[in-house]
């Protein structure tokens, strides 16, 4: 019934303008010591000039995902792959993992689940050494990998001290214990998390809050290798079929069993609603004490999971007002992040999706509900044009104002010749907080912001621990890259390493507040969201002028509250979780 | 296509059918025929029914009776018995371009593209198209969602008749929904040259200037299409429905509401112009009146989950929590139900 005007579009709403006020009100009655103190003060100056530059090949990385694109435009082709920044080696140097594809014949028969023929194919992990460049370690980690690889999770699920991998992929997932030694080794089977189907995004969540990290594999449709032709019937003009022609499949949840194994509850947790799942980000966004979580799906409704504290969730997608755009529309939703970008206390999200759609931007309102703000917040007109995946809240800049990073390119690359306007390579998009919205910053960042990626993945992390967020984005059949953060600012920071005791190790799920004599922020420790990938789980904040966080505030997911006090800036302040709660300590 | 288009590609086929075809020779005059005839040409087309039925039962096939009988079904918009008057005709008179042609536009109408095209083919291989043809060739490949084949024959329609206004019209929008907005501007740039003060096109103008990121000319627009539409005897409700829209995106819902209301009013039936009144009233806080608008909305489109979802998010903020709970619920069955029915898989290679 819309008329005459089939271009997207949206409207605007009246709830946003009440929105300090709701907000407000909450903050006074949480709970949690969310800030009281809402920093009001907004970044006047300028975007640092030429903030990234592509290191990936000083750094000694060159890696090139396999696709293996066919001429049947299999739908697998186009969408991946992810990657991970983790420390596997507790060297306190973030290493990069990123997954690759394989081969497939043309056409490849129903019912095949492909399989890496060579090293062209491998996984890789590049291990960082201590003069910062990386070497590949993936053979003697044993990471090489088996099938067409999509995205990956990283979590230390049996809580030794060292970060696990779970590589998903099409046909079947797997999960890599990591030794300790610089060896990973498969236990796929006695974990029984293989799954199967289309696996694309994962999480590690502590969903029942027992101390150990369960386990959330999106898929994202019932998919085999058929032959069908999408798109008009004209030579070059066959295309990748919308994700419409297919079934939506349920997500497979894994309970962890404290003993290596895992049992299969998606079912009973009240999870199993088929979704065609392509992002999951975590975070408590009612501030009720129980992790929830948000699934970006593609073209049908999103998905908010609300933790009903008794192991089990519901959605409530629809009545939160995240399930659709604010015109009531499903879009293409592919990536997403879930933190506070105004400071207020409370997690927002952020979701990517397809060129003429706009980038969804929902500012929680602190009652349960969120408002679609992408108009009023400078998005919708921004991304009109674009389709992102890959997608991190990050304070590049250190001035107290989470950022947007954003990988881009569209999925068909027949786009161009019925949307002339549109791209299927595109340049990343680096939108800046001022505090009042956010500004297409991407232009003066960079020459990397010129150059036209069908990217895919990213994860966000600092790798040369200098306080400034990097990030590394993979691109579908392509390069990886490195993005390294030379922002000239004299702007302070922090980075929380939180380690878990009574809870995950990895303190996932653990909220943040920090409190400066500017303001306050806030932030949930996870190593989830964007697309397919796994960012450093190190909580980083940046403090503006400030060099001193007069309080920090932590909730672990195990209830216990920690408060520290007088933490002073520029330094990476490893925090251990206290045996009880009400624990004060200055480092 | 929006019930304009549709009124609009009515008129021209009549058009078409007053002018563009022969008159009935004098030996055809007589008798029922005759009548039919007289009574076709003052517009009676009831009674000419019924005179050229009668003459085709007396004289079968000897005259034109019922190609003349599928010419006043037409116009009283009967497309089904108009195409059975005009196969029965074809029968007997396989290659009477009038017939052909018209019996294509008649299964246009009935939504039946391919159909269409393929009777099309066939009149064109005698009697070379015109423009209005050409026309309706490229509005079948629209409904085909072809939209590459619908540029071309509307681009050769106008080729044909650089004059045609709704060639050009429907040119624009074609090039408009395929977002090429440089052509779309270029073709609706035209149809002003022919009559500068066409509303439709000065509407579409404000569509791409907002998506040009140009919302004081967009809204410029749309108050010059209101303006030149206003002695029309049926305006649209279209650029008030733009104009509102715009302002909205503005912040300024409460100058929407005028637009919106005339919006609503000139299409009663239209359960957009109902939604969009409605989510302005609620955003001016009017909320019973949003209520009344969006209740209309899904009464009028009950399959329509965005008007579910709409009244959904208003019993909310009035507090009627089941009754939000119950839309939003009937909004994912909806949905849910419409992504279901999209599973129809592409055809094997």
């Given at each position: 019934m819309t008329p005459n005007r089939p271009l997207a579009r949206a409207l605007p709403r009246s709830r946003v303008f009440l929105l300090a006020t709701v907000s407000s009100v909450f903050c006074f009655t949480a709970?949690?010591?969310?800030?009281?103190?809402?920093?009001?003060?907004?970044?006047a100056a300028p975007a640092p000039p030429?903030?990234?530059?592509?290191v990936t090949r000083t750094l000694g990385i060159n890696f090139q995902y396999r696709a293996s694109h066919t001429s049947r435009k299999y739908l697998l082709e186009t969408m991946g792959p992810g990657v991970a920044l983790l420390d596997y080696d507790n060297d306190g140097r973030l290493d990069i993992f990123l997954v690759n594809g394989a081969p497939l014949s043309d056409p490849t028969p129903k019912g095949t689940i492909p399989q890496k023929t060579g090293l062209e194919y491998w996984n890789r992990l590049y291990h960082q050494k201590s003069d910062g460049t990386f070497e590949d370690v993936t053979e003697k980690a044993g990471l090489q990998g088996t099938g067409y690889g999509m995205g990956v999770a990283v979590g230390d699920y049996d809580n030794d001290g060292f970060e696990d991998l779970y590589v998903t992929a099409y046909g079947g997932n797997k999960l890599y214990h990591n030794n300790g030694n610089g060896t990973f080794t498969d236990v796929t089977q006695i974990a029984g998390?293989?799954?199967?189907g289309w696996s694309t995004s994962a999480a590690w969540i502590d969903l029942d809050g027992d101390g150990f990290l369960d386990l959330v594999v999106l898929r994202y449709l019932a998919w085999d290798f058929d032959d069908v032709w999408c798109g008009e019937h004209k030579e070059g003009y066959r295309a990748y079929c919308h994700p419409d022609y297919f079934k939506p499949i349920a997500p497979l949840v894994y309970h962890n069993n404290k003993n290596g194994t895992f049992t299969e509850v998606a079912q009973k947790a009240g999870l199993s609603k088929p979704a065609k799942g392509l992002g999951l980000a975590i975070a408590d966004y009612d501030r009720d004490g129980h992790i929830d979580f948000f699934v970006a799906n593609d073209s049908m409704m999103e998905f908010l999971y609300h933790n009903k504290g008794d192991g089990t969730f519901e959605d409530v997608g629809l009545v939160s007002e995240v399930a659709v755009d604010i015109d009531g529309r499903t879009y293409a939703g592919m990536g997403v992040d879930f933190a506070d970008y105004n400071n207020d206390g409370w997690p927002d999200l952020v979701v990517t999706d397809l060129a003429n759609q706009r980038y969804a931007l929902y500012q929680n309102n602190g009652d349960g509900s969120f408002s679609y703000v992408s108009p009023n917040a400078g998005l919708a007109q921004m991304t009109l044009a674009h389709s992102g995946w890959g997608v991190r809240f990050f304070d590049y800049d250190n001035d107290g104002w989470k950022d947007l990073l954003i990988a881009q390119g569209h999925d068909l690359d027949t786009i161009e010749l019925n949307f002339p306007h549109l791209r299927y390579r595109e340049p990343m998009l680096l939108a800046r907080n001022t505090g009042h919205g956010f500004v297409d910053v991407s232009a003066e960042s960079g020459t990397v912001f010129t150059q036209a990626w069908v990217a895919r993945g990213m994860a966000i992390g600092d790798l040369d621990n200098d306080g400034r967020l990097d990030a590394v984005v993979t691109t579908n059949d392509g390069p990886v890259h490195v993005l390294h953060n030379q922002a000239q600012t004299t702007n302070h920071w922090l980075l929380l390493n939180l380690v878990g005791h009574s809870s995950n190790r990895d303190a996932i799920g653990a909220e943040v507040a920090l409190v400066t004599q500017t303001g306050s922020q806030f932030a949930t420790v996870s190593t989830a969201s964007s697309y397919l990938s796994a960012s450093d789980k190190r909580v980083h904040f940046g403090l503006g002028k400030e060099n001193v966080a007069l309080r920090i505030e932590i909730r672990w997911p195990s209830g216990i509250r920690q408060t520290l006090k007088d933490v002073r800036a520029d330094q990476i302040l490893r925090i251990d979780e206290p045996p009880s709660a009400g624990s004060a300590a200055k480092p | 296509m929006n019930t304009r288009s549709v009124n609009r590609l009515l008129f021209l086929g009549l058009t078409a059918l007053c002018l563009g075809f022969p008159l009935p020779t004098r030996a055809q005059t007589e008798g029922d025929f005759g009548h039919g005839i007289a009574e076709f040409r003052a517009g009676n087309y009831s009674s000419a029914v019924e005179f050229f039925t009668r003459a085709e039962a007396v004289s079968p096939g000897t005259t034109a009776a019922l190609l003349y009988k599928g010419k006043s079904l037409v116009h009283l918009s009967d497309f089904p018995a108009a195409e059975q008057a005009l196969q029965r005709y074809l029968i007997s008179h396989p290659d009477s371009t009038d017939a052909l042609y018209l019996l294509g536009f008649v299964l246009h109408r009935q939504n039946r593209p391919s159909e269409s095209l393929s009777i099309y083919t066939r009149a064109a291989a005698i009697t070379p198209p015109t423009g209005d043809d050409l026309k309706i060739v490229g509005l079948n490949y629209v409904l085909l969602d072809d939209y590459a084949d619908a540029i071309q024959w509307l681009q050769k329609a106008v080729e044909i008749e650089p004059r045609n206004q709704d060639a050009w019209y429907y040119l624009g929008r074609t090039y408009y929904t395929k977002a090429r907005l440089g052509e779309a501007r270029k073709a609706f740039q035209t149809l002003l040259s022919l009559d500068p003060q066409d509303p439709r096109a000065e509407n579409n103008l404000g569509l791409i200037y907002e998506t040009d990121g140009q919302p004081a000319a967009a809204m410029e627009a749309y108050r010059k299409a209101i303006a030149w539409q206003e002695q029309n005897l049926h305006p649209s409700e279209q650029p008030y429905v733009n104009l509102g829209n715009l302002l909205m995106e503005q912040g300024q819902s409460n100058e929407a509401l005028a637009p919106l209301e005339k919006a609503a009013a000139l299409a009663p039936n239209n359960a957009f112009c109902h939604m969009i009144l409605g989510i302005a009233y609620r955003q001016n806080g009017k909320l019973d009146k949003a209520q009344h608008e969006l209740e209309t909305a899904t009464q009028l489109e009950p399959d329509n989950p965005t008007a579910h979802y709409q009244l959904g998010r208003l019993y909310k903020e009035q507090h009627a929590l089941d009754r939000a709970q119950a839309e939003f619920e009937k909004t994912a069955e909806l949905k849910t139900r419409l992504a279901g029915s999209q599973l129809t898989p592409p055809p094997k290679r």
């Open positions: 709970s949690f010591a969310v800030p009281q103190e809402r920093p009001v003060q907004t970044t030429e903030a990234f530059v592509d998390v293989g799954g199967g | -």
